[in-house]
């Protein structure tokens, strides 16, 4: 009897089982499931790579700031970052710009020259750095409704499998309703991490961005200067300015 039992309940497993539930959808819940997969893997690749680029010009920005400020130009800083450091590209376009700036015919204030040609250099950067994070926000707000589709689709034919039977028998309805059930928990899975993911990068791309701007109005004084103003290098203090002692008195106080 007891093997009866057991018979009965892996029999009701396979009525019932994700897998039925997906025959009985057919093409289209087959079709949601695969936009929703498709939605995931590339979230997750996207997770995984920005955090790879960020974290790589979160090292150099270190970098930066132990070594670069000891160096007694910019071409000699420069040389010793790499060859494709986002902070290298806004040292070299400084320079650049300073060079362009002296071949100019239409007079043009050269602070203004040099601070656009940064803010164009950090923009640059910051694009790139944000790529990808528009298909996170579209994984986000789409991929519930994506699920409530395959929803609405198991209810149907729970609905067409009632009108058939003619009484709401529970083996009429479970699969299609467990599978309505099934892509709605599918399309919350894929929207919450994609969501947390966003807004995770976008606040480091937020934080990255405020270094590169801090380094890149150091490069500007730097080069407004000639090289006169620069940040003090780590270790060193800025040398203090001393105070005036005040004037000794030239006449003596008179005598009661």
């Keep these: 009897m007891s093997t009866t039992i057991l018979a009965a309940g892996a029999s009701a497993a396979d009525n019932f089982g ?14 949601t499931a695969a936009i929703l997969t498709i939605f995931l893997f590339f979230t997750l690749y996207i997770l995984f790579t920005k955090l790879f680029e960020q974290q790589k010009i979160i090292n150099q920005g270190r970098r930066v700031r132990a070594t670069f400020w000891s160096s007694n130009s910019l071409r000699e800083g420069a040389a010793k970052l790499e060859k494709n450091s986002a902070y290298k590209q806004i040292v070299d376009d400084g320079v650049e710009a300073q060079e362009q700036h002296a071949r100019l015919t239409d007079p043009v204030e050269a602070h203004d020259w040099l601070h656009g040609s940064l803010a164009r250099s950090e923009a640059t950067i910051n694009s790139q750095l944000g790529g990808g994070l528009a298909f996170l926000a579209t994984v986000g707000a789409t991929a519930p409704f994506v699920g409530l589709f395959g929803t609405v689709l198991g209810i149907y034919r729970a609905l067409i499998g009632i009108g058939q039977a003619g009484q709401a028998s529970i083996d009429k309805v479970a699969g299609p309703v467990g599978e309505s059930l099934i892509m709605t928990a599918f399309g919350l899975v894929v929207a919450v991490p ?33 090289g006169a103003v620069r940040p003090a290098a780590p270790g060193k203090k800025a040398p203090a300015a001393t105070a005036a002692k005040p004037a000794a008195a030239t006449t003596a106080a008179p005598r009661a």
Excluded: C
Excluded at 20 to 27: D, L, S, T, V
Excluded at 203 to 222: M, P, T
């Design 18 to 31: 994700f897998m039925n539930a997906m025959k009985q959808g057919g093409p289209v819940t087959w079709t």
């Design 194 to 226: 994609a969501v947390l993911a966003f807004n995770f990068l976008q606040r480091r791309n937020k934080a990255i961005a405020e270094h590169l701007s801090a380094f890149s109005n150091d490069v500007l004084g730097y080069l407004a200067s000639n």
